[in-house]
């Protein structure tokens, strides 16, 4: 469970599970501090982070050595109704570009995407 605890500067939130903790924030110009970062950007933050764990874990679990596997992932809100996710992730490593392009198809179904994927209901 994750529990969200107001803080006294602007709209800063701690989020925690109980043992790990962050914050999270909304920018200066809509009266939050702009230090940390926003609620949307920490989902994008969660499916950046599974997708390029999940490629890190295929290409060990090959035995594939690498120097560094980047994800960036940016959502587009500009359609009412609908958020695309585009991730661009490249693996630096001596990896022969066919493997690289197999591993990135592998792990496109990583947990947090699935969770995006899955049917959802709000209880309050």
């Avoid at 994800?71 to 958020?83: A, C, H």
């Amino acid at each position: 469970m994750i529990t969200a605890v107001s803080k006294p500067h602007g709209y800063v939130t701690e989020l925690g599970d109980g043992s790990h903790y962050f914050f999270a924030d909304t920018p200066a110009a809509d009266g939050g501090s702009g230090l940390y970062q926003r609620p949307g950007d920490i989902l994008a933050s969660a499916y950046a982070s599974c997708y390029n764990i999940t490629v890190r874990k295929l290409l060990d679990a090959r035995g594939l050595a690498y120097e560094e596997v980047t994800t960036q992932v940016e959502m587009d809100r500009s359609q009412p109704g609908k958020l695309t996710f585009r991730n661009h992730t490249e693996i630096r490593g001596e990896i022969p570009e066919e493997v690289k392009e197999e591993i990135l198809r592998e792990a496109r179904e990583c947990p947090v995407y699935r969770l995006l994927q899955a049917e959802k209901e709000f209880l309050y």
